[in-house]
């Protein structure tokens, strides 16, 4: 297993300056410096700084080095929070925690390996750097970039955005880019690399990018990444971007947001748009906290980059069929983020570019303040769909609402969401209440109910707790090996995690085990296990139950493969198969007995 592995760079720094590091570091201290915290009990507690809340509910353990907010349940160790906070990568933050506590980092070996990838990248990097420099001089001071300034200014495109987004133009022959780069001597088959050439199926080269205005893409560090590419008329294609490389990944890239980034964390917020045009013409009326996603739909990947910046998350969609398509696709990845995504709704047949042309720069902040959470607008769609004044039409309106809900983490703004489904459909709120219960939803689930109405899924996140409470429950869990009969990938991946954790120093250190994990949601899933405060009074019993549950679970599923190889048996006429699958039905069926027993037998108790 690779440790630390947020960021191939993190490898530069070894694990003994990293144990040394974390070793020396107080989350306690170094979350002060940013947030206002009192003890409570284990725990400090204040107001998150990832999202605006009035009564504080982001939490640090000093014991365990761990923090967590249940309000938008961002969690993690001290390099977390720093990278979160100061928008830092992983070697960075622990760079900046080393010097802070004098540790000296100075004496660390490169590998021959990461020197040559990021020699490799750098070079990329300025061939890209080249090239834009290339169309951008091209639009502005050239004669053969006189039709492309033509069409930027019909577009309401003016000098300075021209200027702030580097644009520039690929002039309409093979072989433009290609002999400049000659000329400067670059050595043409790396080019191909990055897409600006295509090789000829006989021999050499020609240009990617010909006759059409060049939008440079260019990364938070202010390096071009990649090159989107639009014609002057209305042929095709009419949008040309790079292909994906070594340092340009569309579903982590984002378009604009080296201008945009300022803009964001003074107002808090991002407008997120589709295309190059959208972003531009916005920047235009003097919108400036855009960033667009470039065709595709918001990615885990492009979330996680805009909440370095804030939390506060508008995507605008038009009003037909594919605008509210795209918002449902996005609703998922907003809301595993825990971010409280707003939807802005433009009229039908507009685009943010046609759109804030005809209306200017008032008219389009007053469609962006009239923004609705994008929870809100799924919920009326559903609604819409339905006949709600029949009883048939509220049955299927709460059907189809209860996924929506059930994505809400935030208990608070679920319970207001549930009222308000409740007052339009003019039905008991209960009725929704027990209809989520049904559908998996973690979260104080042990007052509700006993272990043995649970479902699968909440027991193994339970098990996780346990073993993250209580070294003696790590243990029991090891001699039942029953880690790996967890269904849920995520949770096995983590359980299996803690065990090696466990044997590998006899105790279960939470900063390193957060390190190991690459998914954002499981190591909030960690903080929040260990943070959350939900009082189990008898261990033994429940860790009992929850064994006992996932064991019967499994015995259930075997029962059933064996009735449908019984039915095959049958219908082959295979008397001897069938009577030995038989026995072995009897055999799980005294288990289910058995597991069923043992529960009512403690639960008598
Ligand atoms: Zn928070």
Not at 294 to 315: C, D, E, F, K
Not at 423 to 443: A, Y
């Amino acid at each position: 297993m690779s440790k630390w592995r947020n960021s191939t760079l993190a490898d530069y720094i070894p694990d003994d300056k990293l144990e040394e590091i974390k070793d020396r570091v107080s989350i306690v201290e170094v979350i002060s410096d940013y947030v206002s915290l009192k003890k409570l009990g284990k725990n400090y507690k204040g107001l998150c700084p990832f999202h605006s809340e009035k009564t504080p509910s982001f939490m640090v353990n000093e014991e365990k080095q761990i923090f967590h907010c249940f309000g938008c349940n961002t969690g993690g160790n001290v390099f977390n929070f720093l990278m979160k906070m100061d928008r830092l990568s992983f070697p960075e933050a622990a760079r900046g925690l080393a010097r802070r506590y004098g540790i000296d980092l100075s004496k660390i070996k490169i590998s021959e390996a990461d020197k040559r990838e990021s020699l490799k990248r750098e070079w990329l990097f300025e061939l890209n750097e080249l090239a834009a420099s290339y169309y951008h001089n091209l639009l502005i001071n050239e004669n053969e970039g006189k039709e492309a300034r033509e069409y930027l200014r019909q577009r309401g495109i003016g000098n300075d955005v021209i200027i702030d987004h580097r644009l520039g133009y690929a002039q309409n022959s093979w072989d433009g880019l290609l002999k400049f780069l000659l000329k400067k001597g670059v050595p043409l088959s790396r080019v191909s690399e990055v897409g600006l050439i295509i090789p000829k199926k006989a021999q050499g080269f020609y240009d990617r990018f010909r006759g059409r205005v060049i939008f440079p893409i260019i990364n938070i560090h202010d390096k071009v990444i990649g090159f989107g590419g639009r014609v002057l008329d209305n042929s095709l294609p009419k949008y040309l971007n790079s292909p994906e490389s070594s340092i340009y990944n569309k579903s982590n890239s984002l378009y604009g947001l080296k201008v945009a980034k300022d803009f964001i964390r003074s107002e808090d917020r991002v407008i997120v748009v589709e295309g190059y045009f959208d972003l531009l013409s916005l920047n235009q009326y003097n919108i400036k906290n855009v960033a667009a996603t470039l065709g595709t739909s918001l990615t885990t990947g492009h979330i996680r980059i805009l909440r370095r910046y804030t939390n506060n998350i508008i995507t605008v969609f038009d009003a037909d069929e594919a605008g509210k398509k795209a918002a449902a696709r996005s609703l998922d990845v907003l809301l595993k983020h825990g971010t409280s995504p707003k939807i802005a709704v433009l009229p039908s047949g507009f685009d943010p570019d046609s759109f804030v042309r005809k209306v200017g720069e008032k008219g389009f902040k007053e469609i962006i303040a009239g923004s609705i959470p994008l929870i809100e607008f799924a919920i009326n769609e559903v609604i819409k769909k339905h006949d709600i004044s029949s009883v048939e039409g509220k049955v299927k309106i709460i059907e189809d609402v209860t996924p929506i809900l059930s994505k809400i983490e935030n208990k608070i703004e679920r319970d207001i969401y549930i009222q308000r489904v409740s007052n339009r459909l003019d039905i008991k709120e209960d009725t929704i209440v027990s209809r989520l219960l049904k559908t998996k939803k973690p979260g104080g689930v042990l007052q509700e109910k006993g272990v043995q109405s649970m479902d699968e899924d909440i027991v193994e996140k339970l098990l996780l707790k346990l073993m993250l409470l209580n070294s003696e429950v790590v243990h029991r869990i090891q001699e039942e090996a029953i880690i790996e009969e967890f269904v849920n990938k995520q949770y096995k991946e983590i359980g299996l995690l803690l065990l090696e954790e466990f044997n590998r120093q006899g105790r279960i250190d939470l900063g390193r085990v957060i390190n190991c994990l690459e998914d954002e949601s499981s190591k909030s899933l960690i903080s929040q296990l260990s943070i959350e405060k939900e009082s189990i009074e008898d261990v033994p019993k429940i860790l009992k139950d929850c064994i006992n549950k996932i064991r019967m679970h499994k015995v259930d599923e075997e029962i059933k493969i064996l009735d449908i190889k019984i039915k095959e048996a049958d219908e082959k006429k295979d008397e001897v198969l069938q009577r030995e699958f038989l026995i072995s039905r009897q055999e799980l069926k005294n288990k289910q007995i058995n597991y069923r027993q043992a529960f009512s037998r403690h639960n008598d108790a």
